[in-house]
Protein backbone atom coordinates (compact mmCIF):
# COMPACT_ATOMS: atom_id res chain seq x y z
CA UNK A 1 0.00 0.00 0.00
CA UNK A 2 3.09 2.44 0.72
CA UNK A 3 4.48 2.17 -2.60
CA UNK A 4 1.01 2.21 -4.32
CA UNK A 5 0.80 5.78 -2.14
CA UNK A 6 4.27 6.93 -2.97
CA UNK A 7 3.72 6.44 -7.02
CA UNK A 8 1.02 8.23 -6.68
CA UNK A 9 2.41 10.95 -5.16
CA UNK A 10 4.85 11.05 -7.44
CA UNK A 11 2.76 11.22 -10.42
CA UNK A 12 0.92 14.14 -8.74
CA UNK A 13 4.63 16.01 -8.92
CA UNK A 14 4.69 15.97 -12.61
CA UNK A 15 1.09 17.16 -13.06
CA UNK A 16 0.29 21.05 -13.61
CA UNK A 17 -1.99 22.40 -11.02
CA UNK A 18 -4.16 25.30 -11.51
CA UNK A 19 -3.15 28.62 -10.28
CA UNK A 20 -7.44 29.25 -9.54
CA UNK A 21 -10.35 26.16 -9.83
CA UNK A 22 -10.90 25.43 -13.12
CA UNK A 23 -14.33 23.84 -13.41
CA UNK A 24 -15.11 21.32 -16.42
CA UNK A 25 -18.43 21.17 -17.22
CA UNK A 26 -19.98 18.60 -19.56
CA UNK A 27 -23.41 17.95 -21.32
CA UNK A 28 -24.83 13.69 -21.39
CA UNK A 29 -26.81 14.41 -24.51
CA UNK A 30 -28.66 11.07 -24.89
CA UNK A 31 -31.77 9.80 -26.57
CA UNK A 32 -34.13 6.98 -25.08
CA UNK A 33 -33.31 3.33 -26.22
CA UNK A 34 -36.33 1.47 -27.38
CA UNK A 35 -37.68 -1.31 -24.39
CA UNK A 36 -38.70 -3.52 -27.00
CA UNK A 37 -35.75 -6.17 -26.71
CA UNK A 38 -35.94 -9.53 -27.53
CA UNK A 39 -34.70 -10.62 -23.50
CA UNK A 40 -35.70 -8.89 -20.48
CA UNK A 41 -32.45 -8.88 -19.64
CA UNK A 42 -31.72 -5.83 -22.21
CA UNK A 43 -34.41 -3.56 -21.66
CA UNK A 44 -32.38 -0.38 -21.09
CA UNK A 45 -32.21 1.10 -17.29
CA UNK A 46 -33.49 5.06 -16.87
CA UNK A 47 -29.98 6.35 -16.35
CA UNK A 48 -28.79 4.62 -19.47
CA UNK A 49 -25.19 6.33 -20.43
CA UNK A 50 -25.68 8.41 -17.62
CA UNK A 51 -24.60 6.35 -15.29
CA UNK A 52 -21.51 5.69 -16.90
CA UNK A 53 -20.92 9.64 -17.09
CA UNK A 54 -21.27 9.89 -13.41
CA UNK A 55 -18.92 7.45 -12.58
CA UNK A 56 -16.16 9.16 -14.94
CA UNK A 57 -17.19 12.32 -13.10
CA UNK A 58 -16.71 10.72 -9.37
CA UNK A 59 -13.29 9.67 -10.53
CA UNK A 60 -11.92 12.72 -12.24
CA UNK A 61 -13.11 14.11 -9.06
CA UNK A 62 -10.77 12.21 -6.91
CA UNK A 63 -7.92 13.21 -8.68
CA UNK A 64 -8.78 16.93 -9.55
CA UNK A 65 -8.61 17.99 -5.48
CA UNK A 66 -4.75 17.67 -5.76
CA UNK A 67 -4.78 19.57 -9.13
CA UNK A 68 -7.47 22.05 -8.40
CA UNK A 69 -9.80 21.25 -10.94
CA UNK A 70 -13.82 20.03 -10.57
CA UNK A 71 -16.01 17.92 -13.11
CA UNK A 72 -19.23 18.19 -13.72
CA UNK A 73 -22.19 16.02 -15.55
CA UNK A 74 -25.07 17.92 -16.68
CA UNK A 75 -28.31 15.56 -18.06
CA UNK A 76 -29.88 16.11 -21.19
CA UNK A 77 -32.60 13.43 -22.11
CA UNK A 78 -33.95 13.29 -25.80
CA UNK A 79 -37.25 11.19 -26.13
CA UNK A 80 -38.10 10.48 -30.19
CA UNK A 81 -39.51 14.03 -31.36
CA UNK A 82 -37.17 16.41 -29.70
CA UNK A 83 -35.33 18.65 -31.28
CA UNK A 84 -31.69 17.59 -30.50
CA UNK A 85 -30.54 21.07 -31.47
CA UNK A 86 -32.48 22.70 -28.88
CA UNK A 87 -31.42 20.17 -26.22
CA UNK A 88 -27.56 21.17 -27.69
CA UNK A 89 -28.08 24.55 -26.93
CA UNK A 90 -29.27 23.98 -23.47
CA UNK A 91 -26.18 22.48 -22.39
CA UNK A 92 -24.33 24.91 -23.86
CA UNK A 93 -26.00 27.91 -22.07
CA UNK A 94 -25.66 25.95 -18.85
CA UNK A 95 -21.53 26.03 -19.81
CA UNK A 96 -20.92 22.10 -20.98
CA UNK A 97 -18.64 22.87 -23.85
CA UNK A 98 -17.83 19.13 -23.69
CA UNK A 99 -20.65 16.62 -24.80
CA UNK A 100 -20.94 13.19 -24.21
CA UNK A 101 -23.46 12.50 -27.19
CA UNK A 102 -25.72 8.57 -27.52
CA UNK A 103 -27.42 9.89 -30.61
CA UNK A 104 -27.75 8.68 -33.69
CA UNK A 105 -25.69 9.35 -36.68
CA UNK A 106 -28.53 11.78 -38.20
CA UNK A 107 -28.62 13.47 -34.60
CA UNK A 108 -24.96 13.16 -34.06
CA UNK A 109 -24.50 15.28 -37.38
CA UNK A 110 -27.20 17.77 -36.31
CA UNK A 111 -25.21 18.16 -33.03
CA UNK A 112 -22.23 18.38 -34.90
CA UNK A 113 -22.87 20.84 -37.23
CA UNK A 114 -24.67 23.60 -34.34
CA UNK A 115 -21.34 22.72 -32.09
CA UNK A 116 -19.19 24.75 -34.91
CA UNK A 117 -20.41 27.87 -34.06
CA UNK A 118 -20.16 27.09 -30.08
CA UNK A 119 -16.74 25.83 -29.96
CA UNK A 120 -18.13 23.00 -28.48
CA UNK A 121 -16.51 19.53 -28.58
CA UNK A 122 -18.18 15.77 -28.89
CA UNK A 123 -17.52 12.44 -27.90
CA UNK A 124 -19.96 9.77 -29.64
CA UNK A 125 -20.23 6.77 -27.39
CA UNK A 126 -22.89 4.91 -29.41
CA UNK A 127 -23.22 5.20 -32.93
CA UNK A 128 -21.34 2.75 -34.82
CA UNK A 129 -21.51 3.99 -38.04
CA UNK A 130 -18.29 3.85 -40.02
CA UNK A 131 -19.45 6.72 -42.27
CA UNK A 132 -19.11 9.18 -38.99
CA UNK A 133 -15.05 8.46 -39.30
CA UNK A 134 -14.66 8.39 -42.67
CA UNK A 135 -16.63 10.51 -45.46
CA UNK A 136 -18.48 12.54 -42.49
CA UNK A 137 -15.93 12.58 -39.76
CA UNK A 138 -15.77 15.95 -38.08
CA UNK A 139 -13.50 17.70 -36.48
CA UNK A 140 -15.36 18.61 -33.39
CA UNK A 141 -16.68 14.90 -32.90
CA UNK A 142 -14.51 12.31 -31.01
CA UNK A 143 -15.31 8.66 -31.08
CA UNK A 144 -15.31 6.05 -28.73
CA UNK A 145 -17.48 3.79 -28.98
CA UNK A 146 -15.88 1.28 -31.69
CA UNK A 147 -16.91 1.18 -35.46
CA UNK A 148 -19.00 -1.69 -37.14
CA UNK A 149 -15.81 -2.85 -38.91
CA UNK A 150 -13.92 -2.60 -35.20
CA UNK A 151 -16.42 -5.06 -33.90
CA UNK A 152 -16.84 -7.00 -37.18
CA UNK A 153 -13.11 -7.57 -37.92
CA UNK A 154 -12.24 -8.24 -33.90
CA UNK A 155 -15.07 -11.57 -34.15
CA UNK A 156 -13.45 -12.28 -37.75
CA UNK A 157 -10.25 -12.60 -36.31
CA UNK A 158 -11.02 -14.59 -34.03
CA UNK A 159 -12.96 -17.31 -35.99
CA UNK A 160 -9.98 -17.29 -38.20
CA UNK A 161 -7.91 -17.86 -35.94
CA UNK A 162 -9.98 -21.24 -34.72
CA UNK A 163 -10.17 -22.19 -38.23
CA UNK A 164 -14.20 -21.46 -38.50
CA UNK A 165 -13.40 -19.50 -41.93
CA UNK A 166 -16.82 -20.97 -43.70
CA UNK A 167 -19.63 -18.61 -42.76
CA UNK A 168 -23.24 -18.70 -43.10
CA UNK A 169 -25.01 -15.42 -42.83
CA UNK A 170 -28.52 -14.34 -42.19
CA UNK A 171 -29.31 -10.32 -41.94
CA UNK A 172 -31.99 -8.84 -41.06
CA UNK A 173 -34.58 -6.64 -43.41
CA UNK A 174 -33.56 -3.10 -41.93
CA UNK A 175 -31.01 -0.60 -43.21
CA UNK A 176 -28.78 -0.43 -40.45
CA UNK A 177 -28.69 -5.00 -40.49
CA UNK A 178 -27.25 -4.34 -43.97
CA UNK A 179 -24.62 -1.87 -42.86
CA UNK A 180 -23.35 -4.73 -40.22
CA UNK A 181 -23.79 -7.38 -43.30
CA UNK A 182 -21.46 -5.30 -44.95
CA UNK A 183 -18.54 -5.07 -42.12
CA UNK A 184 -19.00 -8.48 -41.80
CA UNK A 185 -18.43 -9.30 -45.53
CA UNK A 186 -15.58 -6.58 -45.69
CA UNK A 187 -14.56 -8.69 -42.96
CA UNK A 188 -14.44 -12.04 -44.22
CA UNK A 189 -12.52 -10.81 -47.04
CA UNK A 190 -9.74 -9.00 -45.10
CA UNK A 191 -8.91 -11.82 -42.85
CA UNK A 192 -9.68 -14.99 -45.43
CA UNK A 193 -12.92 -15.87 -44.86
CA UNK A 194 -15.46 -17.34 -46.64
CA UNK A 195 -19.60 -16.71 -46.99
CA UNK A 196 -21.04 -19.27 -48.15
CA UNK A 197 -24.65 -18.18 -48.37
CA UNK A 198 -26.69 -15.34 -47.44
CA UNK A 199 -30.60 -15.15 -46.26
CA UNK A 200 -32.32 -12.72 -44.63
CA UNK A 201 -34.84 -12.93 -42.13
CA UNK A 202 -37.61 -10.29 -43.03
CA UNK A 203 -39.50 -8.30 -39.95
CA UNK A 204 -43.14 -8.75 -40.70
CA UNK A 205 -43.94 -6.42 -37.26
CA UNK A 206 -44.63 -7.38 -34.13
CA UNK A 207 -43.69 -7.55 -30.40
CA UNK A 208 -40.49 -8.21 -29.65
CA UNK A 209 -41.06 -10.76 -27.19
CA UNK A 210 -44.81 -11.32 -26.46
CA UNK A 211 -45.14 -12.73 -30.42
CA UNK A 212 -42.72 -15.09 -30.48
CA UNK A 213 -43.21 -17.92 -28.25
CA UNK A 214 -40.95 -20.59 -27.74
CA UNK A 215 -43.18 -22.86 -29.85
CA UNK A 216 -43.12 -20.15 -32.85
CA UNK A 217 -39.41 -19.99 -32.27
CA UNK A 218 -38.19 -23.46 -32.38
CA UNK A 219 -40.54 -24.21 -35.62
CA UNK A 220 -39.33 -21.11 -37.48
CA UNK A 221 -35.32 -20.84 -36.75
CA UNK A 222 -34.79 -24.56 -38.38
CA UNK A 223 -36.17 -23.24 -41.46
CA UNK A 224 -34.89 -20.59 -41.71
CA UNK A 225 -31.38 -22.48 -41.46
CA UNK A 226 -32.18 -25.65 -42.95
CA UNK A 227 -30.56 -26.82 -46.62
CA UNK A 228 -27.76 -24.60 -46.57
CA UNK A 229 -24.16 -25.07 -47.78
CA UNK A 230 -21.58 -26.96 -45.52
CA UNK A 231 -20.32 -23.75 -42.93
CA UNK A 232 -18.67 -23.49 -39.99
CA UNK A 233 -20.36 -20.75 -38.04
CA UNK A 234 -23.86 -18.64 -38.20
CA UNK A 235 -23.12 -15.14 -38.37
CA UNK A 236 -26.25 -13.29 -37.74
CA UNK A 237 -26.67 -9.65 -38.64
CA UNK A 238 -29.44 -8.56 -36.59
CA UNK A 239 -28.49 -5.02 -35.26
CA UNK A 240 -32.71 -4.17 -35.52
CA UNK A 241 -33.00 -6.86 -32.61
CA UNK A 242 -35.22 -8.51 -34.24
CA UNK A 243 -34.08 -12.33 -34.87
CA UNK A 244 -30.79 -13.24 -33.47
CA UNK A 245 -31.39 -13.80 -30.15
CA UNK A 246 -33.92 -16.71 -31.18
CA UNK A 247 -30.49 -18.18 -33.09
CA UNK A 248 -28.71 -20.07 -30.87
CA UNK A 249 -29.78 -24.32 -30.46
CA UNK A 250 -32.17 -23.49 -32.75
CA UNK A 251 -30.24 -23.90 -35.81
CA UNK A 252 -31.01 -26.85 -38.41
CA UNK A 253 -27.37 -28.07 -38.39
CA UNK A 254 -25.65 -27.75 -34.68
CA UNK A 255 -23.81 -25.05 -35.32
CA UNK A 256 -21.68 -22.13 -33.05
CA UNK A 257 -23.58 -19.09 -33.52
CA UNK A 258 -21.93 -15.48 -33.92
CA UNK A 259 -22.37 -11.58 -34.38
CA UNK A 260 -25.60 -10.41 -33.11
CA UNK A 261 -26.55 -13.58 -30.77
CA UNK A 262 -24.28 -15.91 -29.54
CA UNK A 263 -20.46 -15.01 -29.21
CA UNK A 264 -20.81 -11.25 -29.94
CA UNK A 265 -18.19 -8.06 -30.29
CA UNK A 266 -18.46 -5.34 -27.80
CA UNK A 267 -16.43 -2.52 -26.38
CA UNK A 268 -17.68 -3.62 -23.08
CA UNK A 269 -19.86 -6.43 -21.18
CA UNK A 270 -20.95 -6.86 -17.37
CA UNK A 271 -18.68 -10.53 -17.85
CA UNK A 272 -15.69 -8.67 -18.16
CA UNK A 273 -12.64 -8.60 -15.30
CA UNK A 274 -9.41 -8.99 -16.16
CA UNK A 275 -6.59 -6.14 -15.96
CA UNK A 276 -8.23 -4.44 -12.97
CA UNK A 277 -12.04 -4.27 -14.58
CA UNK A 278 -13.56 -6.39 -11.99
CA UNK A 279 -13.16 -2.83 -9.04
CA UNK A 280 -14.53 -1.00 -12.12
CA UNK A 281 -17.45 -3.24 -12.47
CA UNK A 282 -18.08 -3.61 -8.60
CA UNK A 283 -17.72 0.37 -7.33
CA UNK A 284 -20.50 0.74 -10.84
CA UNK A 285 -22.86 -2.02 -9.30
CA UNK A 286 -22.14 -0.42 -5.78
CA UNK A 287 -23.23 3.04 -7.01
CA UNK A 288 -26.04 2.57 -9.28
CA UNK A 289 -27.53 -1.17 -8.78
CA UNK A 290 -27.34 -2.83 -11.99
CA UNK A 291 -24.51 -3.59 -14.30
CA UNK A 292 -22.26 -1.93 -16.44
CA UNK A 293 -23.09 -2.25 -20.15
CA UNK A 294 -21.18 -1.03 -23.06
CA UNK A 295 -22.99 2.71 -23.23
CA UNK A 296 -22.18 3.40 -19.74
CA UNK A 297 -18.54 2.39 -20.51
CA UNK A 298 -18.06 4.26 -23.23
CA UNK A 299 -19.42 7.63 -21.21
CA UNK A 300 -17.14 6.41 -18.55
CA UNK A 301 -14.09 6.32 -20.99
CA UNK A 302 -15.13 9.49 -22.40
CA UNK A 303 -15.37 11.29 -18.66
CA UNK A 304 -12.29 9.99 -17.94
CA UNK A 305 -10.48 10.85 -21.40
CA UNK A 306 -11.68 14.75 -20.87
CA UNK A 307 -10.40 14.26 -17.59
CA UNK A 308 -6.83 12.89 -18.39
CA UNK A 309 -6.54 15.90 -21.11
CA UNK A 310 -7.80 18.60 -18.03
CA UNK A 311 -5.24 17.34 -15.78
CA UNK A 312 -2.15 17.04 -17.81
CA UNK A 313 -3.01 20.81 -19.63
CA UNK A 314 -4.60 22.52 -16.41
CA UNK A 315 -6.69 23.69 -18.57
CA UNK A 316 -10.45 23.46 -19.58
CA UNK A 317 -10.15 24.82 -23.27
CA UNK A 318 -11.79 23.02 -25.39
CA UNK A 319 -9.43 23.35 -28.58
CA UNK A 320 -6.20 22.30 -26.21
CA UNK A 321 -7.98 19.34 -24.61
CA UNK A 322 -8.49 18.34 -28.15
CA UNK A 323 -4.87 18.54 -29.33
CA UNK A 324 -3.48 17.08 -26.47
CA UNK A 325 -5.87 14.12 -27.09
CA UNK A 326 -4.43 13.76 -30.63
CA UNK A 327 -1.08 14.20 -29.52
CA UNK A 328 1.58 11.50 -28.64
CA UNK A 329 1.46 12.38 -25.14
CA UNK A 330 -1.76 11.13 -24.32
CA UNK A 331 -3.09 7.72 -23.30
CA UNK A 332 -6.06 6.56 -21.36
CA UNK A 333 -6.12 3.67 -19.26
CA UNK A 334 -9.12 2.05 -19.77
CA UNK A 335 -9.00 -2.12 -18.02
CA UNK A 336 -8.78 -3.42 -21.64
CA UNK A 337 -5.03 -4.98 -21.30
CA UNK A 338 -3.22 -1.38 -23.08
CA UNK A 339 -3.18 1.75 -23.09
CA UNK A 340 -6.03 3.16 -25.03
CA UNK A 341 -5.04 6.62 -27.83
CA UNK A 342 -6.59 8.09 -30.48
CA UNK A 343 -6.04 7.73 -34.41
CA UNK A 344 -4.96 10.94 -35.62
CA UNK A 345 -6.43 10.70 -38.96
CA UNK A 346 -10.04 10.34 -37.80
CA UNK A 347 -10.32 10.85 -33.96
CA UNK A 348 -11.51 7.53 -33.47
CA UNK A 349 -10.34 5.45 -29.86
CA UNK A 350 -7.99 2.60 -30.35
CA UNK A 351 -9.22 0.02 -28.68
CA UNK A 352 -9.75 -4.04 -28.11
CA UNK A 353 -12.54 -5.88 -28.65
CA UNK A 354 -14.32 -8.22 -26.33
CA UNK A 355 -15.99 -11.44 -27.31
CA UNK A 356 -18.98 -12.35 -25.24
CA UNK A 357 -20.87 -14.60 -24.84
CA UNK A 358 -23.29 -12.85 -21.92
CA UNK A 359 -21.77 -14.62 -19.30
CA UNK A 360 -18.06 -14.55 -20.05
CA UNK A 361 -15.29 -13.00 -22.39
CA UNK A 362 -14.78 -15.70 -24.17
CA UNK A 363 -11.61 -13.58 -26.30
CA UNK A 364 -10.00 -10.50 -26.83
CA UNK A 365 -9.08 -8.72 -30.23
CA UNK A 366 -6.60 -8.31 -31.60
CA UNK A 367 -5.43 -12.01 -31.86
CA UNK A 368 -2.58 -13.55 -31.55
CA UNK A 369 -0.50 -13.24 -34.94
CA UNK A 370 -2.39 -10.42 -36.70
CA UNK A 371 0.31 -7.76 -36.99
CA UNK A 372 0.27 -4.18 -38.16
CA UNK A 373 3.24 -1.72 -38.20
CA UNK A 374 2.37 0.91 -35.58
CA UNK A 375 -0.19 -0.60 -33.25
CA UNK A 376 -1.89 -4.19 -33.49
CA UNK A 377 -5.04 -2.23 -32.60
CA UNK A 378 -4.75 -1.02 -35.94
CA UNK A 379 -5.65 -4.42 -37.53
CA UNK A 380 -9.29 -3.31 -36.17
CA UNK A 381 -11.14 -1.69 -38.50
CA UNK A 382 -10.17 1.25 -41.27
CA UNK A 383 -6.97 2.03 -41.33
CA UNK A 384 -4.81 4.95 -42.16
CA UNK A 385 -4.03 4.14 -45.71
CA UNK A 386 -7.58 3.32 -46.69
CA UNK A 387 -9.35 6.06 -44.91
CA UNK A 388 -11.63 8.33 -46.43
CA UNK A 389 -11.75 10.71 -43.58
CA UNK A 390 -11.12 14.47 -44.50
CA UNK A 391 -11.40 16.35 -41.00
CA UNK A 392 -12.88 19.34 -41.88
Request: proline content about 4%; some cysteine; aromatic content about 8%.
Amino acid sequence: MKSLVAAFCLLLVAVPVAAETVNVKVGVLREAHSRETLSILDIPAADDTLAGALLGVADNNTTGKFTNQTFEAIDAKLDEGDDVVAAFDSLIEKGALFIIADLSPERLLAASNRAKSKGALLFNVSAADDRLREEDCRTNVIHVAPTRSMLADGLAQYLVWKQWRRWLMIKGSHPKDELLAQAFRNSAKKFGAKIVEERVYEDTGGGRRSDSGSVQTQRQMPLLTQNAPAYDVLIAADESEVFGGYLPYRTWDPRPVAGSAGLMPTNWGPAHEQWGALQLQNRFIQTFRRLMNARDNAAWLAMRMIGEAATRTASNDVEKLRLYMLGKDFSIAAFKGVRLTLRPWNQQLRQPILLSDGRMVVSVSPQEGFLHQTSELDTLGVDQPETKCRLK
